[in-house]
């Protein structure tokens, strides 16, 4: 099997390559290639991925390259995490927003739009190219804002893809890691659009132990469900997406974010500035512990500002080695690459698997239409992905989903056919910014900011 990352000059790459350690056997990977159209980026993380492979014993073989076509060619599985624009354009995307006190954040509301304006056509070009060198290939996308790319590509005609993100199958991991079980032994029920997600059950032996858990003061604080009220979590009863906190506090949110000394972007770059320059000349197996330091401190300052807790925001927001991310990777699941792996695994070997992807909707959540890519679990195996029937959901969020796809199908059309004004309408309509002199100044400084990248727009 060839299994191949676009993207992969990112700094998860590595992250990546490590879960792929963990179904190699499996799905018996020959070779895993990494492509990049930055070859300074794939110089410096390659070798980091390589230290790891041999490490492992070498059971495929990794290949780096900067030609799509060879990357492409009859591969099997392909991952797509880009981001056009690099990390700078990232900052614009947020600090744009903030300056009118509008949530910065790179998959929610104006940022993210802002994002999947650079990101959705490069990611045509390269599926488009797929189909030709890898028809019968799988992709899943990783690729912010996931939700609305995968709506887009799915308006766009693509029907080989699938979007995918951590955060979908938080509520099971953390179920079993509390309650010390396999986790493939917890059943969750997921519901909502990609970052706006809510998890009503978790089965264990048949039992939804949900109930319980929402309620377990010890639950709740090792999860990042201790960023909401805990009278919120409980009255809700349901595991909620953290990426929520910027719906249910966003004054909060803005203001905390505002009041930071450095945007999550401007941190990232400076994290990333600061790992590149440090990887240079090392030799792999220090490199390699440079940036596993990196790592750790870059995932231990994830969303510090959302905690209630001010001397754990404040620890978070400058952690040391000894800080605890919000999120500990899950190794039976393969961390970053686990969600895109193992629903490969379960379609390429029919290997039979419950899991929560971003898919049409078909049936699954009533008052959503069929074409309405939604994040619900699915059932997967060799015939293919179905989506696990809802039905009903509670009011609130049901409107909730129905405002931000109205925004997701607006945005898809504006995308796809460069109309200024139907992008407009597109921030009108999202919960979040809701004005058309505050839709239109965004839009115009962001078609400043990313004119290299977007194209004509009329």
């Given at each position: 099997?060839?299994?191949?990352?676009i993207?992969?000059?990112?700094?998860?790459?590595?992250?990546?390559?490590?879960?792929?350690?963990?179904?190699?056997?499996?799905?018996?990977?020959?070779?895993?290639w990494?492509?990049?159209?930055?070859?300074?980026?794939?110089?410096?993380?390659?070798?980091?991925?390589?230290?790891?492979?041999?490490?492992?014993?070498?059971?495929?073989?990794?290949?780096?390259?900067?030609?799509?076509?060879?990357?492409?060619?009859?591969?099997?599985?392909?991952?797509?995490?880009?981001?056009?624009?690099?990390?700078?354009?990232?900052?614009?995307?947020?600090?744009?927003?903030?300056?009118?006190?509008?949530?910065?954040?790179?998959?929610?509301?104006?940022?993210?739009?802002?994002?999947?304006?650079?990101n959705?056509?490069?990611?045509?070009?390269?599926?488009?190219?797929?189909?030709?060198?890898?028809?019968?290939?799988?992709?899943?996308?990783?690729?912010?804002?996931?939700?609305?790319?995968?709506?887009?590509?799915?308006?766009?005609?693509?029907?080989?893809v699938?979007?995918?993100?951590?955060?979908?199958?938080?509520?099971?991991?953390?179920?079993?890691?509390?309650?010390?079980?396999?986790?493939?032994?917890?059943?969750?029920?997921?519901?909502?659009?990609?970052?706006?997600?809510w998890?009503?059950?978790?089965?264990?032996?048949?039992?939804?132990?949900?109930?319980?858990?929402?309620?377990?003061?010890?639950?709740?604080?090792s999860?990042?469900?201790?960023?909401?009220?805990?009278?919120?979590?409980?009255?809700?009863?349901?595991?909620?997406?953290?990426?929520?906190?910027?719906?249910?506090?966003?004054?909060?949110?803005?203001?905390?974010?505002?009041?930071?000394?450095?945007?999550?972007?401007?941190?990232?770059?400076?994290?990333?500035?600061?790992?590149?320059?440090q990887?240079?000349?090392?030799?792999?197996?220090?490199?390699?512990?440079?940036?596993?330091?990196?790592n750790?401190?870059?995932?231990?300052?994830?969303?510090?500002?959302?905690?209630?807790?001010?001397?754990?925001?404040e620890?978070?927001?400058?952690?040391?080695?000894?800080?605890?991310?919000?999120?500990?990777?899950?190794?039976?699941?393969?961390?970053?690459?686990?969600?895109?792996?193992?629903?490969?695994?379960?379609?390429?070997?029919?290997?039979?698997l419950r899991?929560?992807?971003?898919?049409?909707?078909?049936?699954a959540?009533a008052?959503?239409?069929?074409?309405?890519?939604?994040?619900?679990?699915?059932?997967?195996d060799?015939?293919?992905i179905?989506?696990?029937?809802?039905?009903?959901?509670?009011?609130?969020?049901?409107?909730?989903?129905?405002?931000?796809?109205?925004?997701?199908?607006?945005?898809?059309?504006?995308?796809?056919?460069?109309?200024?004004?139907?992008?407009?309408?597109?921030?009108?309509?999202?919960?979040?910014?809701?004005?058309?002199?505050?839709?239109?100044?965004?839009?115009?400084?962001?078609?400043?900011?990313?004119?290299?990248?977007?194209?004509?727009?009329?």
């Open positions: 099997m060839k299994l191949t990352v993207g992969g000059g990112s700094v998860r790459a590595p992250e990546f390559v490590r879960g792929a350690l963990a179904f190699a056997a499996d799905l018996t990977l020959d070779e895993l990494l492509m990049d159209n930055d070859p300074a980026r794939l110089d410096a993380i390659a070798p980091l991925s390589e230290e790891i492979v041999r490490r492992a014993g070498s059971p495929f073989r990794l290949c780096q390259t900067t030609n799509l076509d060879d990357a492409l060619r009859d591969a099997d599985i392909i991952v797509t995490t880009i981001r056009v624009g690099t990390e700078q354009g990232r900052v614009y995307d947020e600090r744009i927003a903030l300056k009118r006190n509008v949530l910065g954040q790179e998959t929610t509301g104006a940022g993210g739009f802002a994002m999947a304006m650079r959705i056509p490069a990611l045509i070009d390269i599926i488009n190219r797929a189909q030709v060198l890898a028809p019968r290939a799988w992709i899943f996308n990783f690729t912010n804002p996931a939700g609305l790319v995968a709506q887009t590509l799915h308006d766009a005609g693509f029907r080989r699938v979007g995918i993100c951590d955060s979908a199958n938080t509520a099971q991991y953390e179920t079993a890691r509390y309650l010390g079980v396999p986790v493939d032994a917890v059943k969750t029920e997921v519901y909502g659009l990609n970052h706006l997600s998890t009503r059950q978790a089965l264990v032996n048949g039992r939804n132990v949900l109930p319980e858990l929402v309620h377990d003061a010890g639950f709740v604080n999860t990042h469900l201790r960023f909401f009220d805990r009278t919120l979590v409980e009255r809700l009863g349901m595991f909620l997406n953290e990426y929520l906190f910027y719906f249910y506090y966003r004054d909060v949110a803005v203001q905390r974010i505002q009041g930071e000394e450095r945007t999550r972007g401007e941190e990232v770059l400076a994290l990333n500035h600061e790992l590149f320059e990887l240079r000349g090392l030799p792999a197996p220090e490199a390699l512990r440079i940036y596993d330091a990196y750790q401190r870059r995932s231990a300052s994830y969303m510090a500002y959302a905690e209630t807790d001010e001397t754990l925001r620890e978070r927001s400058n952690p040391t080695a000894d800080t605890k991310p919000v999120h500990n990777p899950h190794e039976e699941v393969g961390g970053y690459a686990g969600v895109a792996l193992r629903a490969g695994l379960a379609i390429t070997k029919d290997r039979p899991i929560g992807l971003n898919v049409p909707n078909g049936t959540i008052g959503m239409r069929p074409d309405d890519v939604v994040e619900v679990t699915c059932e997967v060799g015939t293919g179905r989506p696990v029937y809802i039905g009903e959901i509670p009011e609130g969020p049901y409107l909730l989903m129905r405002g931000i796809k109205q925004y997701e199908r607006l945005a898809s059309q504006a995308i796809l056919s460069h109309d200024r004004s139907l992008a407009v309408e597109a921030l009108v309509a999202h919960p979040l910014i809701g004005s058309y002199p505050l839709a239109e100044a965004l839009l115009k400084d962001y078609f400043e900011a990313h004119a290299p990248y977007l194209g004509d727009w009329h």
